[in-house]
């Protein structure tokens, strides 16, 4: 037992590490390495939220399509998690139809 697992330990440690990539709307692929990711199964709007604290970036999962928000604050994405209604707060403060061109990334 010990030596199986120490073998799947060491299997593990040689593994390649991959980093996720996605596509997001118009934009080149992201890479979420710098991402932390949340699979969220609360919400009948969102399926997944991405947030890079430090460059406060957002890309979030909705019907399988991933789009990305730039300049989100982390108190925004700390309350869009905690909301009671994630989707309605996503809705009213953070989609573009709402926000406009707030949370917009360069190219």
């Known amino acids: 037992m010990v030596r199986a697992l120490a073998i799947l330990l060491a299997q593990l440690a040689a593994a390649p590490v991959v980093s996720e990539t996605v596509e997001t709307g118009g934009h080149r692929p992201v890479d979420l390495a710098t991402f932390e990711c949340r699979d969220i199964t609360r919400s009948t709007v969102l399926q997944r939220v991405c947030y890079d604290r430090a460059q406060q970036d957002l890309i979030v999962a909705i019907n399988g399509a991933y789009d990305r928000y730039c300049g989100v604050d982390p108190e925004t994405v700390d309350s869009l998690l905690g909301a009671p209604s994630m989707g309605q707060f996503f809705n009213r403060k953070i989609r573009r139809e709402a926000a406009g061109s707030r ?5």
Do not use: F
């Not at 949370?103 to 190219?107: I, P």
């Open 103 to 107: 949370y917009d990334c360069g190219v």
